[in-house]
Each structure stands twice: as structure tokens, then as C-alpha cells.
């Protein structure tokens, strides 16, 4: 099993930087400031990097530094007992440049997983209380990182699905209808969803049995989580499905069913979990479902992810800060980096805890002092 370790990280006119370069340690990195300092913008930063894209859901445009034209970013990474460098290149409106030791790939998709990321934040209990949409997408990009195949398949997805909805759109507007064009489609389509699906199917049920032992271990509570995929292909292929729906589809001018509609039903106790949680379970529910989302990713690629904790400790008790901390140096993750508003919560644990960390602290998107612990 092997660790990934960010040993810099520069970043050029993203977000609230126009220019600053971390240099970080083993273990965990702990990077405090006030809200709105720019905390964030470096895990974000080092999500960019993994999975081509921010992490909470913002156009490339919207990504570079106010009043300028592109962003970069690089990353020197100790893997596999060599140093790598990733750098991104972005200037909104034209192709994106991701490159390994200065050479692009042919493919950006070729990228993903090189440097695979789990981020947690506040808002990640859309997980289970937000539309299916945010379950999917907690599936997809778990996928994409450690199967390259499933990355394949659901950019085949999308791309098929955007030409049959097309084609739907012209018929609803009084274009001819041909059946024999939709059933080329789907018979391209079949294949691909049947793949998605399953790799679904299974990906669910291993990712849950790892989330009742962490939801164990944090909550120490005797409520069970649990999990099931309500796929569109449980009771039929690809294509019966596509003809029996085919009159509603012609009618409504989209597809109305399918891998893009599936949902996950999150329940504790056999209850759905976004109508009967309290907030303390439902903080533990989310940091047990990431933290298997992690702990997935590390036993199929047998590599472990950078682990990026954004502001979860707040309005958290001492008492759960120490245990979540504790539960985190168990489990024997890789790198960390945490982002606080409070200088002494996270380092202070972790000093009791014999870990190595290093401190950083911001103010207006500037390294203001680093602290060795």
C-alpha cells in the first residue's frame, strides 16, 4: 500500500490567489485563517488538480483571479518512490492542459486518477438530504478515480444520452419521427449503461458495509446505516427499457429514464435518512460514507488518496474533535490537510496524538507563518 505526499504546491491566479506556493510534510497539514481568507481555495486547488475540475461545482471562467485570463497550478508529488509533478493549465474558452513532468496526455481523461482525492465539507450532507443528483454524483466520481473503464463508459453515457435527447428535442418540435434512429442510439447506449449500472450496483454494497464499521467507530451509537441502489436496469436491459418508455420520451422531447435518473435510498435504522436524522447523526453519517468513499478508493488502486478536510470541526465539541482526529490516525490515512478558523483546535489534538503536522497559517490569500509540529 502506498501514500501519496503533496511536497509543494504552487498556485497562480485561482480563486482568491494571484500567487503563492505551499510547501508541506508528511501526515497532516493544518492550514487556519479567518473565514474568507482563502482556506478553502487551497484544497480546492489540490482537488483541481486530481479530478479536473472544482470541487464545488464552479465554471472555469468563475475560477480565475478576478480581472485576469488563466490559472495554473502544480503540484510536486512523492508516489510510488519518485517525485512526479502535475501542473494545470486553464484559460476559460479553450482546451484545458493537464501535464505529468511537462508532457500532456491525449486525453484529459487520461489524467484522472493519477492523483486521486477525497474531499469533506460542510455541504456534503446534500449527500443524503439534497436531490439524486448529489448521490450520483458521489458515485461517479468515486468510480472515475480507480476504473478507468467506468470513466470510458459514463463519458460514452453522457455523450449518447445528449445526442437521443437532441433528437427527442427536434421531434417535439415538429421535426419527423424516424424509430429506427432512437434504436441505433440505444443499441450504442446498451451496452455502456449495462456496464454503469452494475459497477454501481457493486461499488454500493461495498461502500456500505465499510460505512456501518466507521459509523460504529464515530457515533459509537447503535442506530445502522444502510443503502440501496434503485437502478433503472434492476428489471430489464437497456433496450426493453428505451421501447417501453419510448411513446413518453417522444411526447415529453427528453429521455425520461434511465442511468441519469437512478437514485441511492440512504436509510438508518431501515428509515430514510434525510427525514429522520438529527444533525448529529447526520454529520456522522456523511464523515462515515466519505471516509469509506476513501478507504474504497484505497483498497482498489491499493494507493491511498489525499485526504482534504474542509472546516468539519466547526461547531463540533472538543470531546468529538479529539475522537474524529483519533478515528482518522486508526485507520493510518495518508496525507491530510485540514482547514480551521480556530489555530490551537486541530494542532493541539494532534500533538497529543504524537503526529506530525505542519501549521499554515493565511490572511488574505498569503502564507503569514508556518509552524513545524
Known sequence: MTSLEVQRLTIVQFKSYQEATFDFGPGFQVIVGRNGMGKTNVLD??????????YFSLRDHELVSHGLEFFRLEARVFQEKKTVSYTAKVQPGNRKEFEKDKKGYPLLADHIGQLP???VAPNDTDIINGSSEARRKFMDQTLCQVD??????????NRLLLQRNAYLKSVFQGGRFDRGVLDAIDLQLAPTAEYIGQERIEFVNELMALTIANYKAISRAAEVPGAAYQGSLEHSGWVDLMKKHQSQDVKMGRTMHGLHRDEIQLT?????????SSQGQLKSYVFALKLAQYQYSTLKTERKPLLLLDDIFD????ERVEALLAFLVDQQVGQVFITDTDAQRVPGVLGKLNQPFRTFHVANSAIQEV???
Open 371 to 373: 509552524i513545524q509540529g
Open 117 to 119: 482525492v477525497v474531499l
Open 315 to 318: 461547531k463540533l465539541d472538543q
Open 268 to 276: 438508518l435504522d431501515g428509515f430514510p435518512a434525510r427525514r429522520f
Open 148 to 157: 478507468p473503464m467506468y470513466l470510458t463508459n459514463l463519458s460514452l453515457y
Open 45 to 54: 486547488a489540490l482537488h483541481y488538480l486530481g479530478l479536473c475540475r472544482s
